[in-house]
């Protein structure tokens, strides 16, 4: 009966994952283009992140990037294709990645309380802006259009800190309210 129990459940949180796989595709065409791409697929991050906690929301953020590396066109503008992780904005994908492993840590060793859950998205909004921006440095220098860290700075990040936090506040409002029914049938 225990291993049947165990089973039922690694199969929800698998379809939990995809769903949020899901989430953040169809958030990341809700979008306003510009140098670096104003998206709601920071939201669904942070939303997988905490309603799923920091195994399964990190898997659904890699979900989403291999469905799309593979050509599924997931990525904003409905694009897809490893020429987009090497791309310009590529640094960000990975970046998605290293938030929910921090947020993943921080949640594991101090709860999972609103003020931990707060502070691990906005460490790792911010471990997500430095290596999308470090990334845009090296493509754009690679590509023989050299830009400085403190130029991209203000390019790729300085115009979304502020919606990102309220997409960060929203998603902790979501994900608490989410979590609440996703733990019950967990």
């Known amino acids: 009966m225990e291993s049947i129990v165990k089973r039922n459940r690694k ?3 698998i379809v939990c994952c995809g769903l949020f796989a899901a989430v953040i595709a169809v958030c990341s065409q809700i979008a306003l283009n510009i140098t670096v791409p104003f998206t709601m697929q ?6 997988a992140l905490g ?10 953020i890699a979900v989403y990037i291999l469905v799309g590396a593979i050509g ?3 990525y904003a503008g ?29 949640t594991k060793f101090f709860g999972k309380s609103l003020v931990a859950e707060v502070i691990a998205m906005v460490l790792g909004l911010a471990v997500c802006y430095l290596l999308g ?6 493509v754009s220098s690679a590509n023989g259009e050299p830009v400085g860290f403190a130029s991209a700075l203000t390019m790729c990040v300085l115009p979304f800190v502020i919606p990102d ?15 609440v029914y996703v733990r019950k049938f967990a």
């Open 11 to 13: 199969t929800y949180n």
């Open 42 to 47: 920071t939201f669904a991050v942070f939303c």
């Open 51 to 60: 309603t799923l906690g920091g195994g399964w929301g990190t898997a659904a």
């Open 72 to 74: 599924v066109p997931v």
């Open 78 to 106: 409905f694009t897809s294709g490893v020429g987009v992780l090497f791309g310009l904005t590529g640094g960000y994908f990975m970046g998605f990645v290293f938030s929910g492993l921090i947020y993943w840590a921080v």
């Open 133 to 138: 921006t470090l990334w845009f440095v090296i």
């Open 165 to 179: 936090i309220i997409k960060i506040a929203l998603a902790v409002t979501v994900s608490r309210r989410l979590s």
